[in-house]
């Protein structure tokens, strides 16, 4: 089973960046989809970005399009998410998670329930 670990969240002002990591220990990320999720407090985990670890295909929730970036870096196990253009609305809880072995995830409708080995999270706060 893969252990995820998710790195780089912090405090940052509105219009910032920061660059999220997920690295994976165990065993690999391919052949299955790795998803970014956000969650605030009292609210239930949303979908941010998913790349197919295969493929390269990538899916952006609509309220991060052109903003977000998802990438894999297969040599070192990671995907990375690049966040610019931070707004307030951004600070939440992120999350990096594996499609469940098993499941049949579509990148135009993902949710977290197909997703599994969830991280410890990272704290994203923007200040505006």
């Known amino acids: 089973q893969v252990q995820l670990v998710e790195s780089g969240g912090g405090v940052v002002q509105a219009g910032g960046s920061l660059r999220l990591s997920c690295a994976a220990s165990?065993?690999?990320?391919?052949?299955?989809?790795v998803g970014w999720f956000r969650q605030y407090p009292g609210k239930e985990r949303e979908f941010v970005a998913a790349?197919?670890?295969?493929?390269?295909?990538?899916n952006y929730a609509d309220s991060v399009k052109g903003r977000f970036t998802i990438s894999r870096d297969n040599a070192i196990k990671t995907v990375n998410l690049q966040m610019n253009s931070l707004i307030p609305e951004d600070t939440a809880v992120y999350y990096c998670?594996?499609?469940?072995?098993?499941?049949?995830?579509?990148?135009?409708?993902?949710?977290?329930?197909?997703?599994?080995?969830w991280g410890q999270g990272t704290q994203v706060t923007v200040s505006s």
């Open positions: 790349i197919s670890w295969s493929f390269g295909t990538t």
């Open positions: 165990g065993r690999t990320f391919s052949p299955y989809t």
């Open positions: 998670a594996q499609q469940i072995p098993g499941t049949v995830v579509s990148l135009g409708k993902i949710s977290p329930a197909d997703f599994g080995s």
